[in-house]
């Protein structure tokens, strides 16, 4: 099921991409990254719906006012968001969707990369059995091209200058800050809860370190779509006016703006 479903549509676009594109593999890797977004646009935009609903419920009356109401009941000021946000329609989860469903098309992506690139007769044998048979031309694709610039894409990534006796990491470093980016963009605004705003501080952090130890350990094609990845996601936010780079380069968690009050 999962080989249907997920490895063999995957295997098969990055080698339709790679005939395509001139056997650049670093290049049929971005664009299969763009096609994933494209795909995927849906639960994105629904999950930056969900987090502007819930902006704008945490600046409304009933909220300041529940949160003066229940201040020193952490309980029943518990009780009384959920009743709100059913009364209101607002899913506290429905930001975290897209970031679930992630996981699995990254599995997938690294077992794809890691078959597709294969060169011994075991793991070419092991290839040639998940290639639809209507791909053209496929016999004359392997074994591919997994260079880009200093990198070997099925191998981690790692910049080695003269001068220094280790690599630098340079892509799993680049992954640290764009999902650093990222995840200040789609994490709806705290309630103003001293537990909650520190669990969102620590999930904004334990994220891009994650994901930069899997750019570390992992193929750096990888890596490479981990990057690109997010550069669209923020792209995209750019594109749509909900940019902030005040807010977007701070390390605190993103606060509801408190409703404006007229001059008495």
């Not at 469903?101 to 990369?113: C, D, E």
């Not at 764009?178 to 994490?187: P, V």
């Not at 890596?223 to 701070?250: E, H, P, R």
Request: one cysteine or more.
């Amino acid at each position: 099921m999962w080989d249907t479903l997920i490895l063999d549509p995957m295997m098969n676009s990055l080698l339709f991409l790679y005939s395509l594109l001139g056997g650049q593999f670093w290049l049929a890797i971005i664009i299969f990254t763009v096609l994933i977004k494209v795909i995927t646009f849906p639960l994105t935009w629904q999950q930056q719906k969900s987090a502007q609903a819930m902006q704008d419920l945490q600046k409304s009356k009933e909220w300041q006012e529940m949160q003066k109401k229940h201040a020193k009941d952490k309980q029943k000021l518990s009780q009384a968001q959920m009743a709100l946000y059913k009364e209101k329609g607002v899913s506290p989860f429905g930001s975290c969707l897209p970031t679930l469903i992630q996981f699995p098309v990254l599995i997938g992506l690294y077992q794809a990369i890691s078959r597709v690139l294969a060169d011994g007769p075991l793991q070419l044998l092991d290839l040639s059995g998940h290639i639809y048979p209507f791909l053209p031309r496929a016999e004359q694709l392997i074994p591919l091209n997994a260079r880009f610039l200093w990198m070997n894409l099925a191998q981690p990534e790692r910049l080695v200058l003269p001068f220094l006796a280790f690599g630098i990491p340079t892509l799993a470093i680049l992954v640290v800050i764009t999902t650093f980016l990222q995840q200040k963009l789609i994490t709806p605004p705290t309630t103003g809860d001293p537990s909650q705003a520190q669990m969102t501080r620590m999930m904004g952090l334990y994220m891009p370190l994650l994901f930069g130890y899997f750019a570390m350990s992992f193929s750096s094609g990888l890596a490479l779509y981990f990057v690109v990845s997010n550069l669209l996601t923020i792209a995209q936010y750019a594109v749509t006016g909900k940019l902030d780079w005040k807010n977007l380069l701070s390390f605190a968690p993103r606060q509801p703006v408190a409703p404006v009050r007229g001059k008495k």
